[in-house]
């Protein structure tokens, strides 16, 4: 059973960075495909970015592509998520996901009932306000 935790969460002002990481814990990180979620005071939850194991092919929402990065340490079992030009519609709990078993990073796009996700962190809170 994977395990993640997420850190890195704060208050910062419009136009700021921010960068999350998430640790795991558990067998096969590498071949994982993981993903960033977010969920904003009343939204539903929402997917940010996901980023397959092998390969690290990188997906993005539409709301945030060209402003955040997502990466990862396969040997540190890290993943991070590097949040530029931060708007105040950020302002949300970000969790970090690990996919099931064999799916790839792009698959990982839904956070409903038919999410393919296996294990959810506990979420950091990012408030971007003036």
């Known amino acids: 059973q994977v395990r993640l935790v997420e850190s890195g969460g704060g208050v910062v002002q419009p136009g700021d960075s921010l960068r999350l990481s998430c640790t795991a814990a558990?067998?096969?990180?590498?071949?994982?495909?993981m993903a960033w979620f977010r969920q904003g005071p009343e939204k539903e939850r929402e997917f940010v970015a996901s980023?397959?194991?092998?390969?690290?092919?990188?997906y993005y929402s539409d709301s945030v592509k060209g402003r955040f990065t997502i990466s990862r340490d396969n040997a540190k079992k890290m993943v991070y998520l590097q949040m530029n030009s931060l708007k105040p519609e950020d302002t949300a709990v970000y969790y970090c996901?690990?996919?099931?078993?064999?799916?790839?990073?792009?698959?990982?796009?839904?956070?409903?009932?038919?999410?393919?996700?296996?294990?959810w962190g506990q979420g950091t809170q990012v408030t971007v306000s003036s």
């Open positions: 996901a690990a996919g099931e078993d064999m799916v790839p990073a792009r698959l990982l796009q839904s956070a409903g009932p038919s999410a393919r996700i296996r294990t």
């Open positions: 558990g067998p096969i990180f590498s071949r994982t495909a």
């Open positions: 980023i397959s194991g092998p390969s690290h092919a990188e």
